[in-house]
């Protein structure tokens, strides 16, 4: 098995369409995370669930702790909790993000 320094020192001297062939694989993989992620959230999170966002632009809105408010496929409404209303800027404490961005707490 290749380990990640060893995946490092191989880019550092790969080729143009080998880091590009890398880099598409990279995506692929990150996808197929999302998704995983994605479906596993939504299988088992419900109403009422403690969740902290993740991965979310702006940044700002990453790390909040709310509730689910509601789970619709890969979308899940949340509503941030009170303490942290100041941190959603521009956005109201309640919005909607794809089951992928979050984590139960």
């Not at 020192?9 to 993989?29: H, I, K, M, P, Y």
């Amino acid at each position: 098995m290749t380990t990640f320094q060893e995946a490092l020192d191989f880019v550092s001297t790969a080729t143009e369409q080998e880091v590009r062939l890398l880099f598409d694989a990279g995506n692929r993989r990150a996808k197929t995370i999302r998704a995983n992620q994605a479906a596993a959230n939504a299988a088992t999170l419900t109403v009422g669930s403690k969740v902290r966002t993740k991965g979310l632009k702006p940044k700002y809105l990453s790390g909040l702790p709310g509730t689910v408010t509601r789970v619709d496929g890969s979308k899940i409404s949340i509503e941030v909790d009170e303490s942290h209303q100041f941190e959603t800027g521009r956005y109201s404490r309640n919005f909607t993000v794809p089951a992928s961005a979050l984590e139960a707490i």
